[in-house]
């Protein structure tokens, strides 16, 4: 479904500004688009065209529907760095079968990089942005097991184990859901200020009323390189500088976690060596410290020689080890199966692109998405990666910790 609001075709202009403040706080209140790590990237809002889809063909569809509009646009711009011109912001359901897909071209994106400011109109006139007052928080917020209760899920992971046992597949993530009821309608720009101040190594999202804080660069594409950032191996922190330097020492060496690591890494390199040459993979993880967890982590690298753009590169790459399992098909077939659980775009890739194929894609991790049919309601989401080695009680703790960063940005 193609929408262009009383438009035959989009005129795009980009143009520089001077320092307008902190991205997030050039929100209006409304639909929030946003992509934003370390006080750099994108905001946008309003909608001149907008795509959903779903099935099977998804990438293959919302690449022609890209390349047509890109194709038919007049552009300006003046400031041509990676998210200026024409950019639109997507977010892709896990499962093709259940969730719907959404890319959105918004009326208005100002973009912060490297020291320059710019702002994007596409089918009007050009806007000054200036800081909109703060929004109000959501009031009381009361957290409930979603469809799966912590014992149900302890349950999957234990039927798990045993199919990983049996031969059947070797690691496969299982994800579960806190449903979250607010006193108030949730302003989403209240949770994505919270979640951008205490993760500035994240990248803070929200497309279409999904957001998060992910830690996870699914595709970077740049110039024909491709990178993408592997997490997989997860230790809660403890707030003791040297305990936490201890347990991420022997995260590094946890015959478990490297085990579940490695099935990540090997899955992005597998879909990158399709389109790239000169893969380049770190003989071993480093240790990424968030706020709350602690990850093992391995940055990917791939020069593109087919010019495939990112939405192709996306089709090899989703869904990696580190969201779905290994081998892909056995492990989505599992977690279709026993999870219990419509994860919608929850661990989809998220992010943006420009006129070029060019962008930046997260999977959609420590999120939430708005019910909807009422703004008070949420599911938050948590996964963790289940191999031989699990144990139910363990992977509950681990993904209680993964659910505390959009925990804590709900509440007062």
């Known amino acids: 479904m193609l929408t262009v609001p009383g438009l035959s075709l989009l005129t795009v202009s980009t143009v520089r500004l001077d320092d307008p403040g902190p991205l997030l706080d050039l ?60 950019v639109a912001f997507g977010s892709f359901a896990f499962d093709p079968r259940t969730g719907s897909s959404v890319l959105v071209v918004p009326q208005v994106v100002v973009g912060h990089r490297d020291g320059t400011w710019w702002v994007t109109t596409t089918g009007g006139d050009a806007v000054a942005p200036v800081p909109q007052p703060h929004p109000g928080a959501p009031g009381s917020v009361v957290f409930a097991d979603g469809a799966v209760t912590g014992a149900e899920w302890m349950s999957a992971v234990e039927t798990a184990v045993g199919r990983i046992t049996a031969g059947e597949v070797d690691k496969v993530v299982l994800a579960r859901a806190l449903e979250a009821r607010a006193s108030e309608p949730v302003d989403l720009r209240w949770p994505l200020r919270r979640l951008a101040e205490d993760y500035p190594g994240c990248w803070a999202f929200a497309v279409d009323g999904l957001l998060g804080a992910t830690p996870e660069m699914l595709l970077r594409l740049h110039d024909g390189v491709a990178t993408s950032r592997v997490l997989a191996g997860t230790l809660r922190r403890t707030g003791d500088a040297n305990e936490d330097s201890r347990r991420g020492a022997a995260l590094g060496r946890s015959i478990k976690d490297v085990e579940e690591h490695g099935y990540g890494v090997r899955s992005v390199v597998d879909g990158l060596a399709a389109h790239c040459t000169d893969v380049e993979v770190p003989a071993a993880p480093f240790v990424l410290e968030l706020r709350n967890v602690m990850h093992l982590a391995t940055d990917v690298r791939g020069t593109v020689t087919d010019g495939s753009t990112s939405l192709r590169l996306l089709a090899s790459l989703h869904p990696s080890a580190a969201v779905c399992g290994s081998p892909t098909d056995v492990a989505l077939d599992l977690i279709r199966e026993i ?36 703004p008070r309601r949420l599911r938050l989401f948590a996964g963790c990666g289940i191999v031989a080695g699990s144990q139910p009680l363990h992977e509950l703790a681990e993904s209680n910790a993964k659910l505390v960063p959009m925990r804590d940005a709900l509440q007062d």
């Open 27 to 86: 929100l209006p209140d409304g639909s929030a688009l946003a992509w934003v790590q370390g006080g750099e990237g994108l905001v946008g809002w309003g909608e001149a065209a907008r795509l959903e889809l779903s099935g099977p063909d998804r990438w293959a569809e919302a690449q022609a529907w890209w390349a047509e509009l890109v194709a038919s646009a007049q552009v300006s711009d003046a400031v041509r760095l990676p998210g200026s011109g024409l």
């Open 339 to 374: 999870e219990g659980l419509d994860r919608g775009r929850y661990a989809g890739p998220v992010g943006w692109m420009d006129a070029s194929g060019d962008g930046e894609w997260g999977i959609a991790l420590r999120c939430a998405e708005v019910d909807p049919a009422d």
